[in-house]
């Protein structure tokens, strides 16, 4: 019988060059032989027409090709962006103006990793501007333009300090926000956090 011995490697991929990124990764012993591959030419290649070279080397790529399927893994992608966030540290429930607090919010993405090295940008809403019923208009006509998404939901009456309304997460995922309400009228609001990048919407909404 053959003992076969595996041991898992735990890579980490460095840095993404382009966006969606995947790689595959190709297995082979210690002397590399699974990485050396090479076609003879077959007899008579040379004398036979272009269009029959040109089949003749199609056929043996598509050899070579199921042959190195059997020990390539499936592409692996690169995950670089929060599909979901949660926010671990809530903003307190009574707010004094001009005074400073600490939101935290941890992004993930979509196979529960955390994801580090992204803008991420906060504003203030009212949760009743945000109701369809007794939305304003201007903000259903910029929901159905732009979606969901912090040009459409701010309040314009309610502004935060602009000093920490960006903000890059962590290695572990987590965001924190250093916030201070600079300017609103005394009720309700709603902290509403979105990535920076082209095409993003809202991410998660503070209770």
């Known amino acids: 019988f053959v003992i076969v011995r595996f041991q898992v490697q735990r890579l980490t991929w460095?840095?993404?060059?382009?966006?969606?990124?995947?790689?595959?990764?190709?297995?082979?012993d210690l002397s590399a032989s699974g990485f050396d591959?090479?076609?003879?030419?077959p007899a008579g290649f040379l004398a036979s027409s272009p269009v029959e070279q040109m089949l003749i080397c199609m056929d043996a790529m598509m050899k070579v090709s199921a042959e190195t399927d059997l020990y390539t893994t499936d592409a692996i992608e690169a995950e670089t962006k929060p599909a979901s966030a949660a926010v671990?540290?809530?903003?307190?429930?009574?707010?004094?103006?001009?005074?400073?607090?600490?939101?935290?919010?941890?992004?993930?993405?979509?196979?529960?990793?955390?994801?580090?090295?992204?803008?991420?940008?906060?504003?203030?809403?009212?949760?009743s501007s945000l109701i369809p019923g007794i939305a304003s208009p201007s903000f259903l006509q910029a929901l159905g333009v732009g979606g969901f998404t912090l040009g459409?939901?701010?309040?314009?009456?309610?502004?935060?300090?602009?000093?920490?309304?960006?903000?890059?997460?962590?290695?572990?995922?987590?965001?924190?926000?250093?916030?201070?309400?600079e300017r609103g009228r005394s009720g309700s609001y709603k902290l509403l956090f979105q990535a920076e990048e082209p095409g993003a919407s809202i991410l998660v909404e503070s209770v």
């Open 14 to 28: 460095a840095r993404v060059t382009k966006s969606p990124a995947q790689i595959k990764l190709m297995i082979s």
């Open 37 to 41: 591959r090479e076609e003879s030419m």
């Open 88 to 127: 671990v540290l809530s903003p307190p429930r009574v707010v004094t103006m001009g005074k400073m607090f600490l939101v935290r919010l941890k992004l993930l993405t979509k196979y529960g990793s955390p994801v580090r090295g992204k803008a991420i940008r906060v504003c203030i809403a009212k949760p």
């Open 152 to 181: 459409a939901a701010c309040d314009e009456e309610a502004k935060l300090d602009s000093t920490g309304i960006v903000r890059v997460s962590r290695a572990d995922g987590t965001v924190s926000f250093p916030l201070t309400v």
